[in-house]
């Protein structure tokens, strides 16, 4: 066996997700369908994590693993000639930027180090934004939102922001960077990096400093609402449209 890892991005609008499910389309069936096609042999990919429906990949990493006694055409096992004949395979919203043969031992999910991702608002109607962006009205105290987010960066436990009935068997992440930066005078990027993610934590971290930053929420009541390790008592999920993975280091 060979195995592969694959990098790639994703337009997440159309899909449920990542990861393959019996009642909705996904990025990983799709990958999986094109690489079964082209190798011409069943291959199951391993996704570096696991995106919800509708959010965006500028980066995602998957590995696969490949027999090549089964690959009538041998060319297809160079790894240029693999991402280009996926992206003509692949429909228009998910393209491979590189496949590289790697070690055995590597693992697109266990081997990553760290992933980032970024989250997006604009405080203006913009019809290019639309289904890229969040949009909202809300006068936001951005230098208040980023006191609190440089907090997080001093805990470990973020069980107030995992999805409630989410299946993890520890909540504990290591935050190494959260900040929010002004893009334009009506734009602005949420930045958050972590060795891992719990499910729908970034989408909800966003949502409670955005009650910080319309001044519902002090920062002593942010803390204590992150120390409480209560779902119920933190902000609500934001919407997965403006959100977007983009980077994973190995």
Same mark, same amino acid.
């Given at each position: 066996?060979?195995?592969?890892?694959?990098?790639?991005?994703?337009?997440?609008?159309?899909?449920?997700? =990542?990861?393959?499910?019996?009642?909705?389309?996904?990025?990983?069936?799709?990958?999986?369908?094109?690489?079964?096609?082209?190798?011409?042999?069943?291959?199951?990919?391993?996704?570096?994590?696991?995106?919800?429906?509708?959010? %965006?990949?500028r980066m995602m990493v998957a590995h696969?693993?490949?027999?090549?006694?089964?690959?009538?055409?041998?060319?297809?096992?160079?790894?240029?000639?693999?991402?280009y004949r996926l992206n003509r395979i692949l429909p228009c919203d998910i393209a491979v930027q590189k496949v590289e043969l790697v070690a055995p031992d590597m693992h697109a999910r266990f081997s990553a180090t760290s992933r980032t991702y970024h989250y997006y608002l604009h405080t203006t109607?913009?019809?290019?934004? %639309?289904?890229?962006? =969040?949009?909202?009205?809300?006068?936001?105290?951005f230098p208040l939102m980023n006191e609190a987010a440089q907090w997080l960066l001093s805990q470990d436990d973020f069980a107030a922001f995992c999805k409630t009935g989410a299946d993890v068997k520890t909540t504990i992440c290591h935050l190494t960077h959260a900040q929010w930066h002004q893009l334009s005078p009506t734009e602005w990027r949420f930045e958050i990096t972590a060795n891992r993610f719990l499910r729908n934590m970034v989408r909800a971290v966003v949502g409670t400093l955005v009650e910080v930053g319309r001044h519902r929420m002090s920062l002593s009541q942010f803390h204590q609402v992150v120390l409480s390790h209560s779902r119920t008592k933190a902000g609500e999920s934001m919407p997965a449209h403006?959100?977007?993975?983009?980077?994973?280091?190995y």
């Open positions: 066996m060979q195995r592969y890892f694959i990098t790639l991005s994703f337009d997440g609008a159309r899909y449920h997700g =990542w990861q393959v499910q019996p009642n909705g389309t996904t990025v990983q069936e799709q990958l999986q369908q094109a690489l079964t096609t082209l190798l011409r042999q069943p291959i199951e990919v391993v996704g570096a994590g696991r995106t919800d429906a509708g959010v %965006h990949a696969a693993d490949v027999d090549p006694s089964l690959c009538a055409d041998a060319s297809v096992l160079d790894a240029r000639q693999m991402a109607k913009d019809p290019f934004l %639309h289904n890229r962006s =969040w949009e909202t009205h809300y006068d936001l105290d403006a959100l977007y993975l983009v980077d994973i280091q």
